[in-house]
């Protein structure tokens, strides 16, 4: 998104959630959810990160959201003005990778979803306790890109929880010229 000049930016109420549902404890099940944004170009602001619902598949090393609920949660989101932009869910890893099922549930997901966007978002929560840890990606039907982290003033990215907490931007700059919209 260098070259788009698009950011993608997190608020921290999504960032609260994604802190919430990490997999700190070994029995705790993968969590995940949805992602919507607002768009205010060139900036992409995932705005909400809904919370897992009954109906998701969990286990330790799985997540599978409902498409019912999901379709249910879209509408409700977009009669706010909130677009969909993907999905969310936690790993038990400290800095997470995404499997080869994650990223075949994201080639579906784009393909079976009505929306007008280049990509979808797929953001994967580590489990460190010192740091949130983010696996950050844009697919679309055939491709996968990572997004890496950069800093408000430089590339540092240096994401501490307090940073995270009281900053307002989780800032996220791919290397490679893409545009979500
Ligand atoms: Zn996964």
């Known amino acids: 998104?260098?070259?788009s000049g698009q950011t993608l930016v997190f608020?921290?109420?999504a960032l609260?959630?994604?802190e919430k549902y990490r997999q700190i404890s070994r029995s705790q099940p993968e969590s995940?959810?949805?992602l919507f944004a607002k768009f205010d170009m060139p900036v992409i602001k995932i705005d909400i990160a809904t919370p897992p619902q009954p109906?998701?598949?969990k286990s330790r090393f799985l997540f599978v959201s409902n498409p019912d609920t999901r379709r249910t949660i879209v509408r409700r989101y977009f009669r706010k003005g909130l677009h969909f932009i993907?999905?969310?869910h936690t790993h038990p890893q400290s800095e997470p990778t995404p499997s080869g099922l994650d990223v075949n549930s994201m080639k579906e997901l784009f393909r079976q979803s009505v929306h007008e966007l280049n990509y979808f978002v797929m953001v994967i929560i580590g489990n460190r306790t010192?740091?949130?840890s983010l696996w950050v990606s844009l697919h679309d039907a055939t491709d996968m890109y990572q997004l890496s982290?950069?800093?408000s003033t430089d590339q540092s990215c240096n994401l501490t929880f307090a940073a995270l907490r009281y900053r307002i931007l989780g800032k996220y700059v791919g290397q490679e010229s893409k545009s979500i919209k």
């Open 55 to 57: 109906e998701d598949r």
């Open 11 to 13: 608020s921290p109420k």
């Open 86 to 88: 993907g999905e969310w």
């Open 32 to 34: 995940g959810g949805l």
């Open 16 to 18: 609260k959630v994604f």
């Open 130 to 132: 010192d740091n949130l």
């Open 149 to 151: 982290p950069c800093g």
């Open 1 to 3: 998104m260098l070259g």
